[in-house]
T-cell receptor
Framework: AQKVTQAQTEISVVEKEDVTLDCVYE???????LFWYKQPPSGELVFLIR??????QNEISGRYSWNFQKSTSSFNFTITASQVVDSAVYFC?????????FGEGTQLTVNP | DAGVIQSPRHEVTEMGQEVTLRCKPI?????LFWYRQTMMRGLELLIY????????DSGMPEDRFSAKMPNASFSTLKIQPSEPRDSAVYFC???????????????FGPGTRLLVL
């Protein structure tokens, strides 16, 4: 069975700080996909990134970066120079075949 | 391009009433998913369709829940009769089918916030 664990329930930082959101996954599949979604206070779920299990290259998109490490089954998300608009719940998710399994989410609050 | 469209955005109803939630997926997407989000259980997959056919409905909580997809551009999730514990945000999502790979990115609608009194 798949499982996604986001151990950090809530994180609070001050604007311009860097922050890393942790994600650990469990699967017995050799092919799988990992995702991050953002849920701002308005409630919609916004896709951020998709990664397949064969691509361990880290990725950077503006202030966002992702670190995928198969050896530790982790797919961590870092926001550099955080901004108030980054305040949201962030979900890590995994799929391998048929179901997208979400973690419980991390509530990030960025204070001015 | 229009994203996934859901209606209504908010629904308040009384226990025992029938509730119908609607979804229009992104044009060209072959997969459609219904999720429910609650504080207690997080995001749960209820059911998903491929080419309008229900593939996995094991997440549907009870017989009171039913979902249909009469065509490629429309799906409904119905609750009859509704109960207070059905109060949640219901999301619809769609994804493309590239070579039969279900692990393509799912794009979510804005959700329907349901409150059953």
């Amino acid at each position: 069975a798949q499982k996604v664990t986001q151990a950090q329930t809530e994180i609070s930082v001050v604007e311009k700080e860097d922050v890393t959101l942790d994600c650990v996954y469990e699967t017995r599949d050799t092919t799988y996909y990992l995702f991050w979604y953002k849920q701002p206070p308005s409630g919609e779920l916004v896709f951020l990134i998709r990664r397949n299990s064969f691509d361990e290259q880290n990725e950077i998109s503006g202030r966002y970066s992702w670190n995928f490490q198969k050896s530790t089954s982790s797919f961590n998300f870092t926001i550099t120079a955080s901004q108030v608009v980054d305040s949201a719940v962030y979900f890590c998710a995994q799929t391998s075949g048929s179901r997208l399994t979400f973690g419980e989410g991390t509530q990030l609050t960025v204070n001015p | 391009d229009a994203g996934v469209i859901q209606s209504p955005r908010h629904e308040v109803t009384e226990m025992g009433q029938e509730v119908t939630l609607r979804c229009k997926p992104i044009s060209g997407h072959d997969y459609l998913f219904w999720y429910r989000q609650t504080m207690m259980r997080g995001l749960e997959l209820l059911i998903y369709f491929n080419n309008n056919v229900p593939i996995d409905d094991s997440g549907m909580p009870e017989d009171r829940f039913s979902a249909k997809m009469p065509n490629a551009s429309f799906s409904t999730l119905k609750i009859q009769p509704s109960e207070p514990r059905d109060s949640a945000v219901y999301f619809c999502a769609s994804s493309p089918n590239r070579g039969g790979e279900i692990s393509e990115t799912q794009y979510f609608g804005p959700g329907t916030r349901l409150l059953v009194l």
